[in-house]
């Protein structure tokens, strides 16, 4: 081998190591660099809850554990209680759950157990979901304008014929109330619950649905006694998820509820919810009642929180059997 | 034999006679509910779209989509160009924030950490994340950034890219799996590095999806009024400011909706409108774009 072939080789090699060196590093950068934007990703949860809290600390500290059995919301003196809320939107979600989740079952079901044929379920299938991305300050707005009116009648009826009914009970209604905020709220979440019972029935087994009918059972028999029990965590989880949906909506809980700031136990009268006092009252707060506001949001957090991992512990539960 | 067979011929006949109408009968009555299910929620879903259709279209033209509300309140004039300026402008920061992020993080659970545990908590804290409410990261924007710097629509688009940031990774890393592994293999067995897999094959292949995921997110963030009311706040004004108060179409909106004055009312149905119109569209495009890779 000549001096000049032993250079241009090892310059070669040179070449080859320098550009392997620099896409490497290239390689390894971009690897880490995804790695710590999901890392950050994943702590994201805990610094919203963490920020949320630390703001939160004054009115902590001020009001304790009172503040959730407190009924008095009073910025000139300086104190303040959720309890109202906290009856306002534990009761709007559970009564949306009522109304929303016959119908998001009812819904899932008629959309794939074969009723109707393709073409029809398909459109009907993305119409659903269109609810939900209906804007909720929209619904809000249709709250106020349309359904207000239009069922204050029935309302008054309710109320009239069953006064000794407490939630329906006190004063004619008048307009907003916690019931409308329900309804809407039923509106919004059902397409939730009808999506995902969905498609738990479509990821079960065939032959489960075709052991049924071949021992002699009816199509609403295989339903109930066989695809609904096999699907009731799918069916469990998306219930959560809804309810965590509506434990968590603003803008209609601020427009159609009232923004009463004392209990009332009938449904038919204005009540408030955590969001709604938040949306309604922090643009003119004052220091230690946006503390008190943020404390607020860390109690509709902590609601939110436990029915979120109750629902995806469940679903991921569900996943691993399936599997 | 003969006796007990015939027997049982003759117990069968009662039993379908006396149960099959009530099977049949049953039967027919849940179907009849369940469609009623469908019907009720198609129903609710016509009559909200009918209800902002009609109200929305009398006020929706050029002159109120480019004029802002100037004059006081209850005078026949008035537009939200501004709301849309300031829409434009929080929504803006929010993807500028949560497109890159979220792509990059959601090209490591789906590329190089598949299956890892750090991927299973990352999607474990995404999903919580995804159903934290949207008056959260309001309130966590407002903690982070308007109380050292006040009311901004900078602070607007941070309260919104974190809403979007779950959304973003969610929809990436679900059209990042459609990618076929083949084409990974065959990549990386001519030699490509990791980084030039993922820039050359993966996300290109993937593209349509992912943009079609970003711009449903975009369009379902546009919608939410909670995350703005004190982050972004209102502005009654032309505002370009980024580190100022802006108004917001879904903001504008609410406020509009709780005055009594009729003029504004009408703003808030057409500002509605848009607000609908915009999701409508970027809906049905995601399903036709979803529906094409998917086949």
């Not at chain 1, 207000?148 to 004063?171: C, D, H, T, Y």
């Not at chain 1, 922090?282 to 946006?290: D, I, K, P």
Request: hydrophobic share 55%; with cysteine; glycine share 8%.
């Amino acid at each position: 081998m000549t001096s000049a072939a032993r250079d241009f080789e090892s310059s070669q090699d040179i070449n080859i190591e320098k550009k392997m060196d620099s896409s490497r590093i290239l390689d390894v950068g971009f690897v880490r660099l995804t790695l710590v934007l999901s890392i950050f990703a994943g702590i994201l949860l805990i610094l919203v809850i963490l920020q949320t809290t630390e703001a939160a600390l004054p009115a902590i500290q001020q009001f304790g554990l009172e503040f959730l059995v407190t009924s008095r919301w009073n910025p000139v003196e300086n104190i303040f209680g959720v309890l109202p809320q906290i009856y306002g939107t534990l009761m709007t979600s559970l009564v949306a759950l009522v109304f929303a989740v016959p119908l998001g079952i009812g819904t899932a079901i008629f959309l794939t157990e074969d009723f109707a044929p393709k073409w029809i379920t398909v459109p009907i299938g993305f119409a659903i979901e269109l609810i939900v991305a209906i804007p909720s300050v929209v619904l809000g707005l249709w709250g106020i304008f349309v359904l207000i009116p239009a069922v204050r009648p029935i309302f008054r009826a309710i109320n009239e014929s069953m006064k000794w009914f407490p939630l329906f009970g006190g004063p004619a209604p008048r307009g907003p109330s916690l019931l409308i905020v329900s309804l809407v709220l039923s509106i919004m979440i059902c397409p939730i619950i009808a999506s995902i019972t969905r498609s738990t029935f479509e990821s079960l087994p065939r032959n489960l649905r075709d052991g049924a009918l071949a021992l002699g059972a009816t199509r609403w028999e295989t339903i109930l006694t066989v695809m609904i029990p096999a699907g009731l965590s799918g069916i469990v989880s998306s219930i959560m998820l809804a309810m965590g949906r509506a434990l968590g909506e603003t803008m209609v809980a601020a427009m159609i509820s009232g923004n009463a700031n004392r209990i009332n136990i009938s449904l038919m009268q204005p009540g408030s919810t955590i969001t709604g006092l938040i949306a309604s009252q922090f643009g003119e707060a004052g220091r230690l009642q946006v503390s008190a506001l943020m404390y607020a949001g860390v109690v509709l957090m902590i609601l939110t929180l436990v029915v979120n991992v109750l629902a995806e512990i469940v679903i991921r539960r569900f996943q691993n059997l399936e599997q | 034999m003969s006796d007990s067979a015939r027997f049982i011929g003759e117990e069968e006949k009662i039993d379908i006679s006396s149960i099959a109408p009530i099977r049949n009968y049953s039967s027919r009555f849940l179907t009849f509910l369940s469609i009623l299910c469908v019907v009720v929620l198609l129903a609710s879903l016509s009559w909200v779209l009918w209800d902002v259709a009609k109200e929305g279209v009398n006020k929706l033209n050029w002159y109120n989509l480019t004029q802002i509300r100037y004059p006081a309140p209850g005078l026949e004039d008035g537009g939200f160009g501004h709301a849309i300026v300031g829409s434009l402008m929080v929504l803006s920061t929010a993807a500028v924030i949560s497109f890159p992020f979220g792509i990059l993080a959601a090209v490591y659970l789906s590329e190089f950490g598949r299956g890892t545990r750090l991927a299973y908590l990352v999607k474990f804290s995404c999903n919580v994340l995804t159903g934290v409410p949207a008056i959260l990261c309001g309130l966590f924007a407002y903690a982070v950034v308007v109380r050292g710097s006040g009311f901004s629509a900078f602070s607007g688009g941070i309260a919104t890219g974190v809403l979007m940031l779950p959304i973003v990774i969610r929809s990436t890393e679900e059209a990042l799996l459609l990618v076929s592994p083949d084409m990974r293999l065959a990549s990386v067995g001519l030699g490509s590095t990791r980084f030039q897999t993922t820039m050359r094959i993966v996300l290109p292949t993937a593209a349509p999806a992912i943009v079609t995921g970003l711009i449903v997110a975009l369009a379902r963030a546009a919608g939410e009024a909670a995350p703005l009311l004190f982050t972004s706040f209102n502005n009654n004004f032309w505002s370009t400011d980024l580190f100022g108060p802006v108004a917001t179409l879904p903001v504008m909106t609410y406020f509009f909706a709780i005055i009594p004055f009729r003029p504004q009312q009408q703003l808030a149905w057409a500002g509605a409108l848009v607000l609908l119109a915009m999701v409508l569209v970027a809906s049905t495009i995601s399903r036709f774009v979803v529906h094409k890779t998917k086949k």
